[in-house]
T-cell receptor
């Protein structure tokens, strides 16, 4: 069965600093990978996705992620964090079963941004 | 504006009562999903539906029921059989042939 691991439960960075959130997956086939962001008490917003092709994908809000097949990773990065980036971030992998699409989520990384 | 609406945002019920959470989308998406979110955990899939009048159980379907009578609507009923119903519930939808899911704002259910 597929699984997604986000090893960091909580990360704190200063505003303006760079950010990297880790995501590792376990999945037998070529994965479809996603990063979502959730503000407190809100739904999830899609930041970016990887299906195939260029392994460095650009998303909204200045985020990017790099797919590394050899490391089974899909880490999220941002060169300079803004206070408004404080939120919880979820990595997800598509686990297709026949024609049914399903997402398996990691447990999330809570990001705190210091002024 | 196209999107997914969930109502109400907060819901309070007494133990032993069934409660229905609403989810409506006007994105013309084929597939709809219900997830449960608990603190410190990721999202867990309760039910999903690829087309009208058809739905499948997810990982934690026990104590929940759904219907899909219209493409736009996918209500979730939390029954009294659900042992621990207090949680944040998220509805999502997607085009059947696409992979990314779009989420509603969520309903926080508290059962006492």
């Amino acid at each position: 069965a597929q699984s997604v691991t986000q090893p960091d439960i909580h990360i704190t960075v200063s505003e303006g600093a760079s950010l990297e959130l880790r995501c590792n997956y376990s999945y037998g086939a070529t994965p479809y990978l996603f990063w979502y962001v959730q503000s407190p008490g809100q739904g999830l917003q899609l930041l970016l996705k990887y299906f195939s092709g260029d392994t460095l994908v650009q998303g909204i809000k200045g985020f990017e992620a790099e797919f590394k097949r050899s490391q089974s990773s899909f880490n999220l990065r941002k060169p300079s964090v803004h206070w408004s980036d404080a939120a919880e971030y979820f990595c997800a992998v598509d686990a297709a079963s026949g024609s049914a699409r399903q997402l398996t989520f990691g447990s999330g990384t809570q990001l705190t941004v210091l002024p | 504006d196209g999107g997914i609406t969930q109502s109400p945002k907060y819901l309070f019920r007494k133990e032993g009562q069934n409660v229905t959470l609403s989810c409506e989308q006007n994105l013309n998406h084929d597939a709809m999903y219900w997830y449960r979110q608990d603190p410190g955990q990721g999202l867990r899939l309760i039910y999903y539906s690829q087309i009208v009048n058809d739905f499948q159980k997810g990982d934690i379907a026990e104590g929940y029921s759904v219907s899909r009578e219209k493409k736009e609507s996918f209500p979730l009923t939390v029954t009294s059989a659900q042992k621990n119903p207090t949680a944040f519930y998220l509805c999502a939808s997607s085009f059947r042939e696409r992979y990314e899911q779009y989420f509603g704002p969520g309903t926080r259910l508290t059962v006492t």
